[in-house]
């Protein structure tokens, strides 16, 4: 593990790559081309003489390092519609989705519910300029903008209301009933590329915010994204948030899970027991997404955020015909359709899978839950030379499902020749060797990951599995050089997973159950099927007795990930590992080069960088 400190021009990648890439391979990969098809080369930095598949572990006690931060530490500061929860979204090459809240969250009996706010007593207004001394600019996000110098923006307001039933959490023996703050959301347009400006939001008649200060990201090389998961709202969150700020890459990709408010009953009362299975998803506390939105304002506020639901988003109101959605969907709008604001809940009874809802059948036919047309739930954007897209691994994704066929046309839309890197994201994974996770969502990766190997996916982020695994190239379980990497980021700051598949804890007796009975494989929870039984793909192994060619990094701890794209050709990804001190260090450090004069062929070429001036060239995996 190397600290940024021991790292040799710390996190400027541009400047390295002369020194970072082998020059054998640079001399291969010439100038910055891209063809139909590529091979997508790894080149890892020597770490002393680890090998190139490594595993770290880490102890109980620090797996369950991570205690919850008080509400109280997080309260609303100022008058009651003072701004705060403030975040941006990138919605375009150049503007920003600008999201707060004013006024806010509550929580009551039913018998004395809070009051839902008015959404339009309070105005959306954002100022700003490129001086933070002159806010020259008024962008206002409703209909009643009459002044001449005030820019009117897309834009949605919103409130909304979860109760839930006496069993669910009880307040003096009536059923708990929460209201939420006013939710804007401004698109702010017409801004510069890499350019920072100074904004505050809120009104005159109701206070502004702080100014605060936002880079948008930039459109040329190089680019960095920061990608997390799981994160929830822990002290180890809290160094985490640090360290990302302190990083400052161009965005964040989260991929999912963020305050697990659904760990918790409508009254706040911690799920245990029996109960806390049965009820998962079905209750949660929904002043958590409030005081999260405040804990994560100075990140998020700074470095634009782009983000996928999780499971733990769902949260199903099962007295509203179990929607689900409702607080991410209010809060994190993403740009499907940059001229509307979507914050709509989604009608899951439609196409999921679940026999827990009354009169509901456990499988949905394709028929049914293809049509179904949700909200908020997949979306792309272009940045310079990225494209990054978002999908949803508990909506309809057959390949007649409506998420499925937006994908392809998104995908044929695009021109390599300008976009050079794509980059997806969604929550459950793919690839993972831990027990929990293992071949979770084989129904969706069946319908999914031909076409991200057939439109030359460069890399996809999962979260889900609370800890950290990193695939070379892959495609259908084979070490591939025309597929992409895969990337479980999930060890954000909740609790972690310690169980791998292929090695026996004498202290967690499950993974030994798991390799030698198939029974013991759970398919995903909460997701559309496809067929009247869950899905396992049995072409490839169910286990492995060491760490599979498919995995080249796993480990176990606290973490975000880096992907600094220096160039057309050039990407280095590393983990940021979470350290005792409370600071980061570096723990796995690749540059992945694109060889588009090789085109395709159906192996991956991996190597240790040479030492300077030799000729060594890079070492062939044996792949099968």
Not at 250 to 266: E, Q
Not at 284 to 310: C, E, H, M, N, T
Not at 392 to 419: A, H, Q
């Given at each position: ?16 790559v002369?020194?970072r ?29 680890a ?28 008058t ?7 975040h941006?979204?990138p ?19 039913v ?16 100022r ?12 206002y996000?409703?209909?009643?903008a ?6 009117k ?13 006496i ?7 009536e ?28 009104s ?13 990201p930039?459109n040329q090389?190089?680019?960095s ?17 640090d ?18 408010a659904?760990k ?51 949260e199903s ?25 979507n ?7 439609l ?21 179904v047309?949700t ?23 057959g ?5 499925y ?8 839309s ?25 071949k ?12 991200f ?11 889900h ?14 070490p ?20 791998y ?21 759970e ?5 559309p099927?496809?067929e ?6 049995t ?11 498919w ?15 220096v ?14 001190s409370?600071t ?7 540059m ?5 004069q090789n ?22 995996l044996?792949?099968p």
């Amino acid at each position: 593990i190397v600290t940024p400190e021991e790292s040799r021009n710390g996190s400027n990648p541009a400047a390295l790559v002369p020194d970072r890439v082998p020059r054998a391979v640079l001399g291969r990969v010439g100038a910055a081309r891209h063809l139909a098809s590529r091979d997508l080369l790894l080149i890892e930095y020597p770490v002393g003489n680890a090998p190139l598949n490594r595993t770290i572990f880490v102890s109980e006690e620090e797996a369950s390092r991570n205690a919850r931060i008080p509400l109280s530490d997080l309260p609303h500061v100022g008058t009651e519609f003072s701004p705060d929860q403030i975040h941006v979204t990138p919605w375009s090459e150049t503007s920003v989705l600008v999201s707060w809240a004013t006024g806010e969250g509550r929580v009551g009996p039913v018998g004395n519910a809070p009051k839902a706010y008015d959404p339009s007593m309070v105005p959306s207004i954002v100022r700003y300029g490129t001086s933070k001394y002159f806010l020259d600019t008024i962008v206002y996000g409703d209909d009643k903008a009459t002044r001449m110098d005030v820019k009117k923006s897309v834009c949605a307001k919103t409130v909304y209301s979860y109760e839930y039933n006496i069993l669910s959490g009880a307040i003096d023996g009536e059923p708990s009933v929460y209201q939420s703050p006013i939710l804007h959301h401004v698109v702010v347009d017409g801004l510069n590329p890499g350019q920072t400006y100074y904004y505050k939001v809120g009104s005159l008649s109701y206070g502004w915010s702080d100014t605060l200060e936002l880079k948008m990201p930039k459109n040329q090389y190089p680019i960095s994204v920061g990608v997390w998961a799981d994160t929830s709202m822990t002290y180890n969150t809290t160094q985490l948030r640090d360290a990302l700020i302190d990083y400052g890459p161009d965005m964040i990709l989260v991929a999912g899970d963020f305050c697990y408010a659904d760990k918790f009953l409508g009254n706040g009362t911690a799920k245990k027991g029996a109960y806390k299975k049965e009820a998962d998803q079905f209750t949660s506390y929904q002043p958590y997404w409030d005081s999260y939105g405040r804990f994560l304002q100075p990140l998020l506020s700074k470095i634009p955020v782009l983000a996928v639901s999780g499971n733990h988003e769902l949260e199903s109101l099962t007295l509203r015909n179990n929607l689900t959605n409702l607080s991410f969907n209010s809060r994190f709008p993403m740009p499907r359709d940059a001229d509307i604001v979507n914050v709509a809940a989604n009608n899951a009874p439609l196409y999921w899978d679940q026999s827990l809802f009354p009169g509901q059948t456990a499988f949905v036919p394709p028929e049914v839950s293809n049509s179904v047309v949700t909200n908020n739930t997949y979306f792309s954007v272009d940045i310079g030379p990225l494209h990054i897209v978002g999908l949803n691994t508990y909506v309809p994704y057959g390949n007649g499902s409506e998420m499925y066929k937006w994908f392809v046309k998104d995908m044929t839309s695009l021109d390599r020749e300008t976009t050079h890197w794509i980059i997806v994201m969604f929550h459950a994974p793919y690839y993972s060797t831990f027990v929990e996770h293992y071949k979770e969502v084989q129904l969706m990766q069946k319908y999914f990951e031909p076409l991200f190997f057939e439109y030359q996916v460069d890399f996809v982020f999962h979260g889900h599995a609370h800890g950290y695994d990193r695939s070379p190239p892959v495609f259908n379980f084979k070490p591939n050089s025309c597929g992409p990497v895969y990337a479980t980021v999930g060890g954000g700051g909740v609790d972690l997973d310690i169980e791998y598949v292929d090695i026996l804890r004498p202290d967690k007796p499950k993974t030994a159950k798991f390799c030698s009975n198939i029974s013991y494989w759970e398919p995903a929870e909460y997701q559309p099927n496809y067929e009247p039984e869950p899905f396992l793909n049995t072409e490839t192994p169910f286990c492995f007795e060491t760490q599979a060619p498919w995995s080249n990094f796993r480990a176990q701890g606290y973490a975000f990930g880096m992907l600094d794209i220096v160039n057309a050709t050039h990407a280095e990804w590393k983990i940021n590992w979470l350290q005792d001190s409370g600071t980061t260090a570096y723990a796995d450090r690749v540059m992945f080069a694109k060889n588009p004069q090789n085109g395709c062929n159906d192996k991956v070429i991996m190597g240790v960088d040479p030492a300077p001036n030799s000729d060594a060239k890079p070492i062939p995996l044996n792949a099968p």
